[in-house]
């Protein structure tokens, strides 16, 4: 039995028990995709010309949706980006045409606001390499709100730039694995809602 001075910081315990039992931290919820760059194609700007096309494409007995793009080349997106957003996409060398020496590739991935130009991630393929290599890089710096006068992040149409070099002379292709852009459900619903007025 519990004494009358001990009651109150029994009490005072099992509340504090109780508090720090539901401050937990609960699992980080699963990434919504909000952005599907496969389906961005038609309107992106593409240089040279003709240099990509949408394929599906098995590496190591893992076939994903992809964009392949010959080397060098631009892919440009214009489009809003979501609050704590991440650029996320799986990337690999194509398969060298018979009879040709394999060379390698840097990818690149960047945000402009047509004034500047944020290089984000770069990342270089080496010939030989199997498999698929995830890319991922924060985009969370274009939206949202920033302690800024002038810098409203959520009213820009950003062009998100997809690069690619050529390390060595040759004919060379590169494949952009289920490209996407994704965020939490809460940031996916204001996205979507923002995007619409947008357009």
């Given at each position: 039995m519990t004494s009358a001075s001990a009651r109150p910081r029994y009490i005072h315990c099992l509340v504090v028990a109780l508090l720090l039992g539901g401050c937990?931290?609960?699992?980080?919820?699963?990434?919504?995709?909000?952005?599907?760059?496969?389906r961005e194609m038609d309107g992106a700007e593409q240089r040279p010309p003709g240099a990509f096309h949408l394929t599906e494409y098995r590496r190591d007995d893992v076939s994903r949706p992809a964009i392949a793009a010959a080397v060098p080349s631009r892919l440009t997106v214009r489009l809003p980006l979501p609050r704590r957003g991440v650029f996320h996409a799986f990337v690999a060398l194509a398969e060298a045409p018979a009879g040709t020496v394999p060379v390698g590739a840097r990818l690149r991935v960047g945000v402009s606001d047509d004034r500047t130009y944020d290089p984000l991630a770069e990342l270089v393929l080496v010939p030989g390499a199997h498999g698929w290599t995830e890319l991922r890089t924060d985009l969370s710096a274009y939206a949202g709100w920033k302690w800024s006068v002038f810098y409203r992040p959520d009213r820009t149409v950003w062009r998100v730039v997809l690069a690619v070099d050529a390390v060595a002379t040759g004919p060379a292709a590169v494949l952009w694995g289920e490209p996407e852009i994704e965020t939490d459900t809460e940031s996916a619903r204001e996205y979507v809602s923002r995007r619409q007025r947008m357009r």
């Open positions: 937990r931290a609960s699992p980080p919820a699963a990434p919504v995709r909000v952005v599907d760059l496969l």
